[in-house]
């Protein structure tokens, strides 16, 4: 993965290099390996992607959104992207036990993740789980501020009409997607 990312040396002169830089983390394919090694979890704010270095750990969302702003404070082009897919047994593994408890095969999931000259790049680290960007019902360029309200947005949008089609309860669908985030959370911490 790492021969494939772009990589350009890390400045203090920002917020988000100087983080970076403090922690012994000099250029950007360190950054990505970086943070992809840190466990999949919640920060306790969904609107400081920094938190994710202050915490240890973070979703696609915030992981993604913390070296989107790296690469902006050094005017390098690699942009956020949103997809949604359908998460499954098959693309994300633990997740089948818990959608069937919910009476479902699948759930409506949004991934973040990377793109620099076409290349998809994912730290999230989440291991076992197959590329998400692989089979993507949908995918929009997005700003860090996007990762909150408009992603959320987004999703519930998409779930809704998901489950519309599916004649699934749409409050149910979205509790399924939220113990199968909790697994991740909690199979993450465990091999963390």
Same mark, same amino acid.
């Given at each position: 993965m790492t021969r494939e990312l772009p990589n350009f040396e890390l400045s203090s002169v920002g917020r988000v290099g100087r983080l970076f830089v403090e922690r012994g983390v000099l250029d950007f394919r360190s950054a990505v390996v970086h943070v992809r090694s840190l466990p999949y979890g919640r920060t306790s704010s969904r609107s400081d992607p920094t938190l994710v270095l202050a915490e240890g750990r973070g979703t696609c969302s915030s992981k993604h959104a913390l070296l989107r702003e790296l690469a902006r404070e *050094?005017?390098?082009?690699? *942009?956020? $992207?949103? %997809?949604? $897919?359908?998460?499954?047994?098959?693309?994300?593994? %633990?997740? %089948?036990?818990?959608?069937?408890? $919910?009476?479902?095969?699948?759930?409506?999931?949004? *991934?973040? $993740?990377?793109?620099?000259d076409g290349t998809v790049i994912d730290a999230t680290g989440l291991a076992g789980n197959q590329d998400p960007t692989a089979s993507l019902l949908y995918e929009e360029l997005i700003e860090v501020e996007q990762v909150t309200q408009h992603k959320v947005y987004t999703h519930r949008a998409w779930l809704g009409e998901w489950a519309a089609k599916a004649n699934v309860d749409p409050d149910r669908a979205w509790a399924a997607r939220e113990a199968c985030i909790g697994m991740l959370e909690l199979r993450s911490a465990s091999f963390g």
């Open positions: *050094h005017a390098q082009p690699v *942009h956020l $992207y949103m %997809g949604i $897919y359908e998460m499954k047994e098959a693309n994300t593994p %633990g997740v %089948g036990r818990i959608l069937e408890d $919910y009476g479902l095969m699948s759930v409506p999931e949004v *991934h973040c $993740y990377l793109k620099w």
